[in-house]
């Protein structure tokens, strides 16, 4: 079955100090999962990564993780994922979830969700893409990040438009709509598990 959106989330390979973070993943992968979609990610098993993915099967929905063999041969991948596929380099792996995406979605995360986060984000801006961006902001854990992007632009080194091209918000699920329908799709009625 085709799924009816696919978001490419990224997000801590650590579970954070709050638990409201692990609470949000889990209530982001449920919602992926009860709308028809398909969760792309980075194939991890730990922190975030795991309960995402974790709740995202759990409520019907597929998972496509793309790790590198590096992290596979520490034993971090998520070997229920729906499709794991295993690469060579970062790179690749960015690459591959950009393609499989609609849409882009950063949770609490370190600098490899950061990194993540900012590619896409360079990518829209330079028109590689023109898929939605966007960052949440949960429980004020980006407010320090939201703080500086709105610095460099009063200092001239980005334009209003560039941080409209991003859509942050607090509430995980109006976000999510939000994205998928800025994608020009739509989410499936809210299918009820048994």
């Not at 019907?60 to 041969?73: N, Q, W």
Request: charged share 20%; proline share 5%.
């Amino acid at each position: 079955m085709t799924p009816a959106f696919s978001v490419c989330v990224y997000c801590g390979s650590k579970p954070g100090a709050s638990p409201e973070f692990a609470r949000t993943a889990r209530a982001v992968g449920r919602w992926i999962g009860e709308h028809g979609g398909q969760l792309v990610y980075g194939g991890g098993k730990n922190g975030l990564m795991g309960i995402l993915a974790d709740a995202t099967l759990d409520a019907g929905g597929r998972v496509v993780g793309i790790i590198p063999t590096a992290l596979v041969e520490k034993e971090w991948a998520h070997h229920e994922c729906t499709e794991l596929h295993v690469v060579e380099t970062m790179h690749e792996r960015k690459r591959l979830m950009a393609e499989q995406a609609d849409a882009f979605l950063a949770l609490p995360g370190g600098i490899g969700t950061f990194e993540e986060f900012f590619e896409v984000w360079t990518w829209r801006q330079l028109g590689y893409h023109d898929k939605p961006v966007g960052l949440l902001n949960l429980a004020g854990y980006y407010d320090p990040l939201v703080s500086f992007l709105q610095s460099t632009v009063r200092q001239g080194f980005m334009g209003d438009w560039q941080m409209d091209l991003i859509r942050i918000e607090s509430d995980p699920e109006g976000l999510l709509r939000e994205l998928v329908q800025a994608a020009g799709l739509a989410p499936a009625a809210r299918v009820e598990q048994i």
